[in-house]
């Protein structure tokens, strides 16, 4: 038996000051400034005892585990403007207690808890390394949730090293080790729920009044705001997972092959349905209601191609294919809306919609129902530029609607035409964001001393829909708060009088226009046209070292000496420049258009062992 116990607290503390100075600008003759702070804490415990034991020909091992985790986020934010001293950057030469610059952050805190605590058992058993069993239970209680707080999972699982037989002898000169292994069980989340869902919330402020100078003086009129509906039937979201797996090798593990077949469902998923705004003040509410499954196929294999004393080189590829689907909703929860195909709900990242709702503000979406892929994409396509007002056309498809209000009259319901009014644009579904394979290749190659070795990423089908293009590389000239400028894939390919055989739209300035920065329904960046094949090919990492011999070594008493030079993410190969698919695997939608790009990097270095 041993006994560990651990104990860990961290702090992470972000900070950040943000100022626009009155002389010019868009704080003139105010200016502002602004505070951010962000502090998390995450204090956890661990108490874990665990046996082995070995009789004969029966191992076992086991383990109990206790554990506690309490993580805690503040933020305080405060705001203020109308700057004294010109260019002095501190919060005492602002007076504008209440009021804030364009853009910067007005007065507010918050602070959230979150307390999870686990119990776990696992045993192991085998025999004679010819079979193997084992077998999980835990026990999860979470504070997000109010009434249904625990959740029990378990597994089991097994495998059979059927080379171990004897009827299996006759294969022993070209099959090294065969072995089958099958598990299944019961996995918890609760990641989809908000840390207060279950609970009833509550805000507090005050009115003040406002001077001509900016400052403000709360006049003793509290304010107290209450949250969303409270939500205390949700509890911990469960999925059934299967896994049939097969390990071989032969001739003396020159050849290597893995393969599994995995198969998840979640029968009760987190799920915003619908609910009657005017009895519930709301138009959803997230319940366990849905049933999602992911079904896919991972493989390994690898090979040794030349393998002698002097000279090795050696293959291996991986991969896995997946599809995830919706596979059931409560009846009657998927909104009637002539423009869906029947069975269909239009759902963004974060929850479900009818067509046309305000959420559709930037157009990207994907179009999901029972039996359809789950990361369907569902958005709008550019038409091309109008010659006569070198405006962004849309695709339309003409609808029931259009003929009894005289429009189109001369295209049949289904047909497409093109037109330069946003709100009249339709979305299609354009393909899967999933890739159709996802894999790596790893290759070394050994000659007496040297090694090279070469580690590559890469990903078949899907599709890519880039924030970055839409929102910053084709983002048309504005002098509205900054300044953006234009790509060079702009240059001499916008519309003009002189050049209507452009592909892209004239550039204009910003005039206020929801229809320029596409605050509606979403701009022609948000089109198909910043839509990209995910497929690309990553060299992650490229070593060539070089070990000394020891006849040298060993004079300077030193057991072994290698120098070497690495390259990391050397180069990528993807659909445009600037693309890179690996930052998301759903279609581009969560990723932050200002997030850092994959850093190239070479190293030079020397191991010494003595």
Known sequence: FKVRGTLAFDQNTIDRTRYTQSLV??????????????NFQNLNSQVMLSYNKSIKDHNIDAMALHEFNKFTVKNVQYGTAYEFL?????????????????GLATPWAGEQTEVMESYLGRVNYDYKSKYYASASVRADGSSKFKKDKWGVFWSVGGGWRFTAEDFMKDTESWLDNGKLRASY????????????????????????????????????????????????????????????????????????????????????SFYNKPVSLMATGQESLQANEAGIRNRGIEFEIGADIFRTKDFTWNVSLNGTHYKTV????????????NMLPAGTYEANSEG??????????????????????????????YAGVDQNSGLPMYYHRVDADDHAAGKYTDKAIGE??????????????????????????????????????????????GKFFSRDYAENHYKSSTIYARTYIPSKDLINNTWTPENTGAYFPMQWYYTGSSYVEGQTVGSWMHTDMCLFSASYLRVKNITLGYTLPKSITQKALIS????????DNLFMVAA???????????????????????????SIGVNVTF
């Not at 600008?25 to 702070?37: A, E, H, L, P």
Request: hydrophobic letters at 30%; zero cysteines.
């Open 25 to 38: 600008g868009r704080d003139k003759n105010k200016g502002g400034y602004s505070k951010y702070s962000m």
């Open 86 to 102: 010109p260019g002095f950057i501190s919060p005492y030469n602002f007076v504008g207690k209440y009021t804030a610059g364009n």
């Open 185 to 268: 069980g019961v996995i918890g989340n609760a990641s989809g729920v908000g840390r207060y869902s279950g609970y009833r919330t509550w805000s507090v402020g005050s009115k003040y009044t406002q001077t001509s100078g900016g400052t403000g003086t709360p006049n003793g009129v509290w304010t107290v705001s209450m949250g969303g509906m409270v939500n205390d039937k949700l509890t911990w979201e469960e999925t059934q997972t299967w896994d049939v797996g097969l390990d071989l090798s032969f001739l003396n593990s020159r050849l290597t092959a893995t393969l599994d077949f995995y198969n998840r469902l979640t029968t009760n």
């Open 326 to 337: 919706l596979a059931s909703v409560p009846e009657g929860s998927i909104p009637d809306n």
């Open 352 to 381: 479900w919609s009818a067509q046309g709702a305000s959420a559709a503000q930037d157009g990207k979406f994907y179009l999901r129902g029972v039996g359809r892929d789950w990361y369907n994409l569902y958005i709008r396509k």
């Open 416 to 461: 497409d035409v093109f037109t330069t009014d946003p709100n009249e644009s339709s979305k299609y579904e354009v393909g899967s964001a999933i890739p159709k394979l996802i894999g790596g290749l790893n290759t070394t190659l050994k000659y007496k001393g040297f090694d090279l070795t070469a580690v590559l990423a890469f990903q078949l089908g």
């Open 560 to 567: 072994q000496a290698r120098v070497y030079v690495s390259g």
């Open 576 to 602: 445009a420049k600037g693309i890179d698919p690996s930052m998301s695997l759903i279609g581009g939608m969560e990723v932050d258009a200002f997030s850092y790009p994959t850093m190239r990097t070479i």
